[in-house]
């Protein structure tokens, strides 16, 4: 018996011993405009401990510096040293990584942080991201460093886009937070109708809104949409959020439109990720910013030339809108 138990717990030191620390650096966050004063986390996950990825038979764990709160709020200090007039909340309710079950080479970490603005003990809602992101292997690249390094420049990235954002103008009490969507959302016309107001949103806040711009379309003999014009201007497809055509959705993206599905997860399209995006005229992918803080690192992926990092595939795939910001999510 003690022999048995002598082997459990060298077995467990094995274990241990080997599992390598990836540490979630945030980095500098200073805000430029001099005009926050305080960031404060809430970190409402029930599960502080964030999972684990196998690489190359290596086991990485994921952590702070810190605790998260922590971490982000001395990162915060350490970065503004001007006292500006706004608090900002950020709100953390899931961190967590893995490998994926049907190609454990495959990295990923499913995310939900969000940021407010605080004044007089309300919370007005800013952005947010939320999904499931990857990282697939590279010779040599690990690829738990690589998803990584995802979650920090998303972290980061929220954080300063947040800054000089302007928030929803609906107060949640801070009781209420963990149903910040539900009642963002029970304020949207588009969220309380079967019936759709047709015609062509230049944003997402005209979308859930339901106020379309004046403009007219055609479509080519092919049936694809063409020449949306204001009454003055055409309108570039690329300043379209999406049209709604026989109530149907039809989102605009940068080889044209794509229709928008409904099921248990929310309103998606099929397309291949880096259709996301449009080249320039010196061959860089523009529009990362279309898609917000997920779309930011598809389009950087997608200018790099590797095809095969995280999101940027040749295989079509479910893209998801966030309800809340319009921007794209992934789901799986």
């Given at each position: ?228 014009n204001d009454g003055t201007y055409n309108i570039k497809i690329s300043d379209i959020y999406c049209i709604v055509e026989d109530n149907k959705i039809l989102k605009a993206i940068p080889i044209g439109y794509k229709e928008v599905f409904k ?70």
């Amino acid at each position: 018996m003690k022999k048995a138990l002598q082997f459990v717990f060298l077995s467990l030191s094995i274990i241990t011993f080997s599992q390598t620390t990836e540490t979630i650096e945030i980095g500098k966050i200073k805000d430029k405009s001099g005009m926050t004063k305080s960031l404060t986390v809430i970190d409402s996950r029930t599960l502080k401990e964030m999972g684990t990825v196998i690489s190359k038979g290596d086991t990485y764990q994921f952590a702070f510096p810190k605790t998260a709160k922590d971490a982000i709020e001395t990162a915060f200090t350490e970065s503004n040293k001007d006292s500006g007039k706004n608090d900002i909340v950020l709100l953390i309710n899931d961190l967590y990584f893995f490998n994926d079950n049907k190609s454990p080479e495959i990295a990923k970490a499913k995310i939900s942080i969000a940021t407010f603005f605080k004044r007089n003990d309300k919370y007005f809602f800013i952005n947010r991201t939320d999904g499931i992101i990857s990282a697939s292997p590279v010779e040599g690249v690990n690829v738990a460093h690589t998803i990584n390094n995802k979650i920090s420049q998303l972290f980061k990235q929220l954080i300063l886009t947040s800054y000089n954002s302007v928030a929803v103008g609906i107060p949640i009490n801070e009781g209420s937070l963990a149903d910040y969507e539900n009642i963002i959302k029970n304020t949207y016309p588009v969220y309380k109708t079967e019936s759709l107001t047709p015609g062509v949103y230049l944003s997402f806040k005209s979308f859930v809104q339901q106020k379309p711009t004046p403009a007219t379309y055609r479509r080519d003999k092919d049936g694809d949409i063409k020449g949306v014009n204001d009454g003055t201007y055409n309108i570039k497809i690329s300043d379209i959020y999406c049209i709604v055509e026989d109530n149907k959705i039809l989102k605009a993206i940068p080889i044209g439109y794509k229709e928008v599905f409904k099921n248990e997860k929310g309103w998606y399209f099929e397309a291949i990720p880096a259709d996301l995006f449009q080249q320039s005229m010196n061959g860089a992918m523009i529009g990362g910013m279309t898609g917000g803080m997920v779309g930011a690192l598809i389009g950087a992926a997608a200018d790099s030339g590797k095809k095969n990092i995280g999101f940027v595939s040749k295989v079509k795939t479910q893209i998801y809108l966030d309800p809340l910001t319009g921007e794209y999510v992934f789901k799986d």
